[in-house]
């Protein structure tokens, strides 16, 4: 893994990876109410496994949540932990989306 100023340098795959996780994991947690569980991390397992990919998204929902209050967001914080998320990365993911003007 590449240390940059945000969580992790990622490969094509694991961009494509990122954007299909957070996707799918807004829609099962804040569209349909679901509960993070074993069938929800299931799902995302589904889409991967890897922990950078867990780690960046649970670093953006964290970085949000800290700089807009919306709390609503702690279900997919939770769900990426449960989906084995790194968490040195997700916490350099943090700190740069909280340095980020124009990023909610």
């Not at 945000?6 to 799918?24: D, F, I, T």
């Not at 943090?94 to 990023?103: A, C, E, H, S, T």
């Amino acid at each position: 893994m590449v240390k940059v100023p945000y969580g992790a340098k990622l490969n094509r795959e694991q961009r494509m990876a990122a954007a299909a996780v957070s996707g799918h994991a807004e829609r099962l947690i804040q569209a349909l109410g679901r509960d993070v569980d074993e069938q929800t991390v299931a799902e995302l397992h589904a889409i991967t496994r890897d922990p950078i990919v867990y780690g960046i998204e649970l670093g953006n929902v964290l970085g949000r949540i800290e700089k807009t209050g919306w709390t609503h967001l702690q279900r997919l914080a939770d769900a990426y932990r449960a989906a084995g998320a790194d968490l040195e990365v997700a916490d350099r993911q943090r700190l740069w989306v909280l340095r980020q003007p124009g990023i909610l």
